[in-house]
Structure formats: C-alpha cells, structure tokens
C-alpha cells in the first residue's frame, strides 16, 4: 500500500468517525459546555471538523503559523458542520491524489510566529499535528454525547449504547 492509499483510507474512516458524533448533536445542544473553562458543543466540534480540513490547507504548503495562517472555523450550526465536513473530505481527496509520495517525506514546520513548535516529515505532521489532535478532540465531544444522554456511537468498536 502506497503511502497516498494509507492516508486516503485514514481520512476517510476519521471523516466518517467524526460525521456519526456530530450528526447526534442538535442545535438546542450548540451552547451546551460540561465546565466554564471547556468549549461549547459546537465550538467543540466546528475544531474538529476544522483539523479534517488541515489535511488540505494546512499541509499543502512547507509550513503554517498560527499567528498569520490560522483562521478559526466558526459554524453556525451541526448541519453546517455536516457540509463543511463532507466537502473537506472531497478536498482532502482531490489533494492527496494530487502529491506523489515523495511529498509526504518533505519536511513540514509548525510555527507560532518566529518560534518553531515542531519540524518533522509531512507524513508524520499529518499523524501528530491533525489526526491525533482531532482524535483526542472528538473523544472530548463524545464525552459531551454521554453528558447530554445522546447515545454514543461506536468508533472503533461498538459502544455501550451499541452493546
């Protein structure tokens, strides 16, 4: 399996991991926090779906940083956050069948202005800064599901509300 092929199945299964929480939650839930310092709901998962989209926009350049190229993804609602997602997806596609595999070995730094949090291959920028960034956000929202008495779906097995 090509390095491309590895990532394209990743995001598809994250994409499709993160539309099963977020299709849950409804509007009446947007505001909805479990403590004053954590994000509602909906900022919650409008991160999420905004750290799908980096496989795109955050990658296709050599670098990102926060203080000139970060702009937060603010939705106004789940529905909103569906379509974002589900175009994202079409993008990040279309993207990673653009580069060779060569690109995905290229170096990548994350900057916040002039001080350089981390440099490392694109591939593994992909794992640290996107996917497992996003994953730990999601399992934070789905905590919230369990909070609200949403039933929690099954990620990478079934879950209790699927036993």
Known sequence: M???D???IENQREADNTRRIIERLKDENASWKPHQKSMSALQL???IVE????????????NFNFHTDYVPLKAASFAELQDILAKGVENNINFVNSTDENFWLQTYTLKA????????????ALRFIINNHLIHHR????LYLRMLDIPVPGLYGPSADEA
């Open 2 to 4: 090509s390095i491309k």
């Open 6 to 8: 590895g990532i394209l």
């Open 45 to 47: 998962a409008s991160h």
């Open 51 to 62: 750290l799908h989209l980096w496989l795109k926009t955050a990658l296709e350049r050599d």
């Open 113 to 124: 202005g002039d001080h350089v949090i981390t440099t490392l291959p694109r591939i593994g």
């Open 139 to 142: 399992g934070q929202l789905s």
